[in-house]
């Protein structure tokens, strides 16, 4: 059926909701499962104002893909909570287009997206992700409605 299951979060509970539902499909399948979560580039002079604000033994976790990190450590946990051998994939850019490359990197079998746009900011359109990854998607998609 399912070997390699790919879904994208931006820590939401409508990402949430698409990730358990990839989950439990990797659950039944016994697939593995890749989850996915972009973030924006943060300016190096904003990183360092950051790092300056936290003693010295956690500068090193300050950085631009530190609440990225948080989402995916969640949602990988909830999987492993499941029994699903799970995978993080931060990157950095457009969630659709990390949603894609991760799918064709793991040559996925198929990619799950909420049926909402998993924007995390308010510059792109809502449903844009789900319609991206729908139309240039190198496997199947499930579109899982979360609303």
Do not use: W
């Amino acid at each position: 059926m399912f070997e390699r299951i790919v879904v994208g979060t931006d820590g939401s509970d409508t990402a949430t909701s698409a990730v358990q539902q990839a989950i439990e499909l990797a659950k039944v399948a016994g697939a593995k499962l890749d989850i996915v979560a972009a973030f924006e580039p943060i300016p190096q002079s904003r990183v360092r104002e950051e790092q300056a604000e936290v003693p010295g033994d956690l500068q090193h976790a300050v950085g631009p893909r530190e609440d990225v990190n948080v989402t995916l450590e969640s949602a990988v946990g909830m999987a492993k909570q499941d029994g699903v051998e799970a995978e993080s994939h931060p990157r950095e850019g457009d969630p659709a287009d990390a949603i894609l490359d991760v799918a064709e990197e793991k040559d996925a079998d198929l990619i799950v997206v909420g049926n909402k746009g998993m924007t995390g900011t308010k510059r792109f359109l809502l449903g844009s992700v789900p319609n991206k990854v729908s139309h240039h998607a190198p496997c199947g998609v499930l579109i899982v409605r979360t609303t």
